[in-house]
């Protein structure tokens, strides 16, 4: 069974990068739908973007986009979430999951999640 964790989150300045990242083990991601959702403080959980297995992406919400890329890394079974100019609203943890139907904003069509991991952006 796929098992997902997420490193790469901590606090950070407004304005600053973070790479996340999504580590895959017991299974190779190359088939999977990869999505990256965030819950802020007090708010339910959104989804920002989405990896197919050939590499493109797709993100879903406007304050997000131009700004946040996704990227696979074949080798360490990994896919990461770029985030520039980070902003304090980016606040919350953020969650991949792994699915084989075509990216979805529906959190249902995931079948493996991971435990998230903390950004924090400071003002």
């Known amino acids: 069974q796929l098992q997902l964790v997420e490193s790469g989150g901590g606090l950070v300045q407004s304005g600053e990068s973070l790479n996340l990242s999504c580590v895959a083990s017991r299974s190779s991601l190359d088939s999977y739908y990869i999505g990256w959702f965030r819950q802020a403080p007090g708010l339910g959980r959104e989804v920002i973007a989405c990896?197919?297995?050939?590499?493109?992406?797709?993100i879903w919400p406007d304050s997000m986009k131009g700004r946040s890329t996704t990227s696979r890394d074949r080798i360490m079974n990994a896919v990461n979430l770029q985030i520039d100019s980070l902003k304090p609203e980016d606040t919350g943890v953020y969650t991949c999951?792994?699915?084989?139907?075509?990216?979805?904003?529906?959190?249902?069509?995931?079948?493996?999640w991971g435990r998230g991991t903390q950004v924090t952006v400071s003002s």
């Open positions: 990896s197919f297995p050939n590499g493109a992406y797709v």
């Open positions: 999951a792994a699915g084989q139907f075509p990216c979805s904003e529906v959190a249902s069509r995931y079948s493996y």
